[in-house]
């Protein structure tokens, strides 16, 4: 069984930033096989959690995850490709939405900021909420917004947009059983 990395030392990996990261890889700080095993840990914990992200309960409760598996260590070449998987590891595992409490708490959140702003969403309509959106956002008229915008609130209440169409459109599309243009996303 190979060697395992502090806890200490990961925390420490997964607080510098990329820049940072490949500085202390390139002053020697870091050895390549410390690297990877710390890689490998992390990779493992990330995996175990997109499993259960992924369940088919928390899909229905929550909709389905963004994210995609990390790459294995050995196919990992370059001291830069890792470098780059360590980023990409440490996003995952330092993001709210990469544990089931914070998908619970971005979804209410976003529930309450939708009925703060006269939307009549609940727990049960959050699934075909995130679909629904996930159309809005790839839609031709989503193009005309920020893609970074703040509160999805905003988005909707925003003067270029009727959020009474909005609304009336969600709840037409979420009642009918036919063929939504966000389903086919």
Do not use: C, H
Request: no cysteine.
């Amino acid at each position: 069984m190979a060697n395992k990395v502090s806890a200490r030392t990961i925390e420490y990996i997964q607080s510098l930033s990329y820049t940072e990261l490949g500085k202390a890889v390139a002053s020697g700080e870091f050895s390549d096989k410390t690297l990877r095993q710390a890689y490998s840990q992390m990779r493992s914990t990330a995996v175990k959690r997109y499993q259960r992200l992924t369940s088919e309960k928390n899909v229905k409760q929550f909709g389905k995850p963004e994210t995609e598996y990390f790459r294995v260590t050995k196919n990992i070449i370059s001291t830069g490709e890792l470098v780059r998987e360590l980023r990409d590891v440490s996003r995952f595992l330092k993001n709210k939405g990469s544990t089931i409490t914070g998908l619970r708490e971005r979804r209410d959140y976003t529930i309450n900021q939708l009925n703060e702003s006269g939307w009549d969403i609940d727990k049960s309509d959050y699934p075909e909420l995130v679909e629904f959106m996930k159309w809005f956002k790839a839609s031709e008229f989503s193009k005309q917004y920020d893609s970074d915008s703040e509160v999805v609130g905003q988005v909707f209440n925003s003067e270029r947009a009727n959020p009474a169409d909005w609304r009336k459109a969600f709840n037409e599309l979420k009642s009918t059983n036919q063929s939504a243009p966000y389903r086919q996303y």
